[in-house]
């Protein structure tokens, strides 16, 4: 399966998005989930992860978004969010949500990203 992140645009400093993500006939529930960015000419970066259900959807953040950047998940709805306030024009980068597989301590299907730009 590939994840799709949704919801990326252009911004203002300041302003908010909300990223979404979703997989054709995936459920994310029982997946830890991670978003990623990725700037041109730079190592992709990882921004935040939520942990699966049955481990009790635990959240972890990037220094550099932590207090900005809230990760969620909507079981019923088989959906995962990346709230983003306080966008700062180092935000922008394209995003991309993936799954972790623990057979190989990676994570994987990597699908289309979607552009945040930031502009100040």
């Known amino acids: 399966v590939q994840l799709q992140a949704f919801g990326g645009g252009l911004v203002q400093a300041g302003g908010s998005l909300r990223l979404s993500c979703a997989g054709t006939?995936?459920?994310?529930?029982?997946?830890?989930i991670g978003w990623f960015r990725r700037v041109p000419g730079k190592e992709r970066e990882g921004v935040s992860c939520i942990s699966s259900s049955r481990s009790g959807s635990m959240t972890l953040y990037a220094d550099s978004v932590k207090d900005r950047f809230t990760i969620s998940r909507d079981n019923d709805k088989n959906t995962v969010y990346l709230q983003m306030n306080s966008l700062k024009p180092e935000d922008t980068a394209v995003y991309y949500c993936?799954?972790?597989?623990?057979?190989?301590?990676?994570?994987?299907?990597w699908g289309q990203g979607t552009q945040v730009t930031v502009s100040s």
């Open positions: 993936v799954k972790y597989n623990g057979t190989t301590a990676d994570y994987d299907s």
């Open positions: 006939g995936f459920t994310p529930g029982p997946y830890a």
